[in-house]
């Protein structure tokens, strides 16, 4: 397991590896000033070891989601591919973001991350 956090502000990123799956869990503020680790994690697991794997982001303690958080994702989606991002369980704000935005047609959206998860192995 991997953590990381940026100093200052309130957001952290977790990721753990199964055999087919990156679980990025971020909880925090996702903002123009947190987001910047998110952004390198997403891009690095288009170019590092985890190139195979199928990344799922687990956003269900994410306090607060502004357009960074949109940037973020749509870049991830076109970088790593719509099949094999997908999205675990988001917080209230997150769902709201998504649905407002109409991204909650444009990304696999699972309720759980176990089911995410599982999900993944199996595509």
Do not use: K
């Not at 200052?8 to 000033?33: K, N």
């Not at 190139?51 to 958080?69: E, K, N, Y």
Request: with cysteine; hydrophobic share 40%; aromatic share 4%.
């Amino acid at each position: 397991m991997h953590s990381t956090g940026t100093p200052g502000y309130d957001l952290r990123l977790t990721s753990r590896r199964t055999d087919h799956t990156l679980i990025i869990t971020v909880s925090g503020d996702v903002d123009l000033d947190t987001v910047e680790p998110l952004q390198y994690a997403l891009s690095n697991a288009h170019t590092g070891p985890d190139q195979a794997r199928t990344i799922v982001l687990d956003l269900s303690a994410v306090t607060f989601a502004g357009t960074s958080l949109i940037n973020v994702l749509l870049r991830a989606r076109t970088l790593l591919g719509p099949e094999r991002l997908r999205i675990a369980d988001p917080s209230p704000c997150v769902a709201r973001l998504m649905r407002l935005t109409e991204l909650d047609r444009h990304f696999t959206i699972d309720t759980a991350i176990a089911f995410a998860s599982t999900a993944a192995t199996a595509t």
